[in-house]
């Protein structure tokens, strides 16, 4: 690493930490020639996988919202936390291993799938259902945003429009 002072390219390493909970490495550095310390940032490159939807348009993969969907899916059951995260896990490690630049969304929804079928059946179906349908407009990354978006509480009617209906 080059020196920011002297320019000279020689330093040791006096200090090494990862950041907060950021996918960053802090390195306090002192410089050999001129002594002085200076600190540098190491960030794991940003996955360039893309996700292909069905209509052909490319989203960046995201871990977070494949988590989000099969935390939905498992709702209130009782589900421990790590068991979701053995999934998502899984998940990624395939799709890692498999595919370098693009993979379609249909085999994201596939693994999804298998995980929940292997967790809990209530969860299965519940992604299911909503997976089904969708699959044939073409958009697994919708469901995953669907299921996101429901809070567990009791289905509306299709169709309604405006506020439920309150009281009662
Ligand atoms: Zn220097």
Redo the contacts with the bound molecule.
Sequence with gaps: MR?P????DS?KVVDTRSVDESWATRRRRE?L????RFTTYERVEESPLKVVKKDGSRVPFDRTKIRLGIERACGNLPIPAETIDGAVASIENEVFSKYEREVPSVLIGELVMRELAGINKVAYVRFASVYREFQEVGEFYNVLEEINDSSGSAPRPQGATGPAPGGD
Aim: aromatic share 10%.
């Design positions: 020196c002072y002297c320019k000279t330093d410089c020639k001129c002594g002085r």
